[in-house]
């Protein structure tokens, strides 16, 4: 069965560091794998997605996540930090059918 | 343009009662699915909606939980006799084309209470 696993339930950053949220999958095949960001009053919104190909995608926001088999892993992050940045983020994967599982998330927050 | 709407955006049941959650999508867009999100949880996949067509109903918690899109757009989740595990916040997305290599664009979804 599949499942995503996000290890942080939250994480602090001050603003202009660099970020990275942890997100590792279990799938039998690589899945499709998503990130997205939810903040507060509004909807989810999709950061970046990848299917096949190069490794590293890049997103909005100036986010990438790097896609890692050997390693089960799909991490996002985030060269320099904003406080606007801080939100919820998840991660997620699907195998190829209309049902794509989400990780439980995590919270980022943002000092000054 | 009009994202996805949906309302209302908050409902308080009492156990026991029905309630009717709607979803408004992106006009034009072909699928449409609906999650539940738990407090401190990701959203768990509910039904998917090929335009009028219920493609996938596994997440369906139980047989309380029905949904319809009649007509291709406009799409209801309705709970009958609501329990105190229903209470979450229920999402819909919709996006262009079918299935999920189209990028979803969620509503900001229906805090539902059951006291």
């Known amino acids: 069965a599949q499942s995503v696993t996000q290890p942080d339930i939250h994480i602090t950053v001050s603003e202009g560091a660099s970020l990275e949220l942890r997100c590792n999958y279990s799938y039998g095949a690589t899945p499709y794998l998503f990130w997205y960001v939810q903040s507060p009053g509004q909807g989810l919104q999709l950061l970046l997605k990848y299917f096949s190909g190069d490794t590293l995608v890049q997103g909005i926001k100036g986010f990438e996540a790097e896609f890692k088999r050997s390693q089960s892993s799909f991490n996002l992050r985030k060269p320099s930090v904003h406080w606007s940045d801080a939100a919820e983020y998840f991660c997620?994967?699907?195998?190829?059918?209309?049902?794509?599982?989400f990780g439980a998330g995590t919270r980022l927050f943002v000092k000054a | 343009g009009a994202g996805v709407s949906q309302s209302p955006r908050y409902k308080v049941a009492k156990r026991g009662q029905d309630v009717a959650l709607r979803c408004d999508p992106i006009?034009?867009?072909?699928?449409l699915f609906w999650y539940q999100q738990a407090l401190g949880q990701g959203p768990e996949f509910l039904t998917y909606f090929q335009n009028e067509a219920q493609l996938d109903k596994s997440g369906l918690p139980s047989d309380r939980f029905f949904a319809e899109r009649p007509e291709g757009s406009v799409s209801t989740l309705k709970i009958q006799r609501t329990q105190q595990e229903d209470s979450a916040v229920y999402l819909c997305?919709?996006?262009?084309?079918?299935?999920?290599?189209?990028?979803?664009?969620f509503g900001p979804g229906t805090r539902l209470t059951v006291t």
């Open positions: 006009s034009g867009h072909v699928s």
């Open positions: 997305a919709s996006s262009s084309g079918q299935g999920v290599l189209y990028e979803q664009y």
């Open positions: 997620a994967v699907n195998g190829g059918g209309f049902k794509t599982i």
